[in-house]
C-alpha cells in the first residue's frame, strides 16, 4: 500500500522517553500534509505492549510505521527492535530508529536487527524540522508499507 493511497489518518508510533523529542516531533509532525494519528509510549515495555494491543491499549490501531529512540528505560530500543522483527506479526512494521547515539555499534546493531533506517538526531530546532520533513517524504510519501 501506498500511504499515498492510504485511507487517513496515517498510524504512527513514536518510542521516545526524552519529552522535548516527544513535543520537536509532534510539533515537526503537525505541517505534514498527510493526517498523522501519532501515539507515543515512553519505554521499550510499552512500546511492546502497544503493538501487541495488550491491557490499556487493546484498541491500539497498528501503526502504518513506528520511530523507535535506542536509549529507552525498562527495555532499550535494540530489545524492542529484536522482538519487533522476530515477531512474525509485528516484523512487517517498518522502524526507523531515531537516536542520540554516535556509536557505529549501536547503528550497526539496529540495521542487523532489521532497523529499516537509522537517523541520529539533531541537536538544533531547524535540523530536526528537517529530519522530520525527510521521514515524511520517504516513508509516508513515497515509500510503498504494507497494509495493516
Not at 16 to 28: C, F, I, K, M, Y
Not at 50 to 55: D, E, N, P, S, Y
Not at 116 to 132: A, G
Request: with cysteine; glycine share 6%; hydrophobic share 40%.
Amino acid at each position: 500500500m501506498s500511504l499515498g493511497e492510504a485511507i487517513y489518518p496515517i498510524e504512527m508510533l513514536l518510542v521516545e522517553d526524552n519529552p522535548g523529542d516527544v513535543r520537536l516531533t509532534t510539533e515537526a509532525l503537525k505541517e505534514a500534509e498527510q493526517g498523522i494519528n501519532l501515539s507515543v509510549v515512553a519505554d521499550g515495555v510499552e512500546a511492546l505492549a502497544f503493538l501487541r494491543k495488550q491491557g490499556k491499549y487493546a484498541d491500539s490501531a497498528r501503526p502504518h510505521l513506528a520511530l523507535l529512540d535506542l536509549n529507552l528505560p525498562k527495555k532499550n530500543g535494540h530489545e524492542v527492535l529484536e522482538e519487533i522483527k522476530f515477531d512474525p506479526d509485528l516484523r512487517g512494521i517498518p522502524v526507523v530508529v531515531l537516536t542520540t547515539s554516535q556509536s557505529d555499534s549501536d547503528i550497526r546493531r539496529a540495521y542487523e536487527l532489521g532497523a529499516n533506517c537509522c537517523i541520529t538526531k539533531p541537536t538544533d530546532l531547524m535540523s530536526f524540522i528537517r529530519v522530520m520533513e525527510s521521514i515524511q517524504s520517504i516513508w509516508l510519501t513515497a515509500a510503498r508499507l504494507p497494509a495493516d
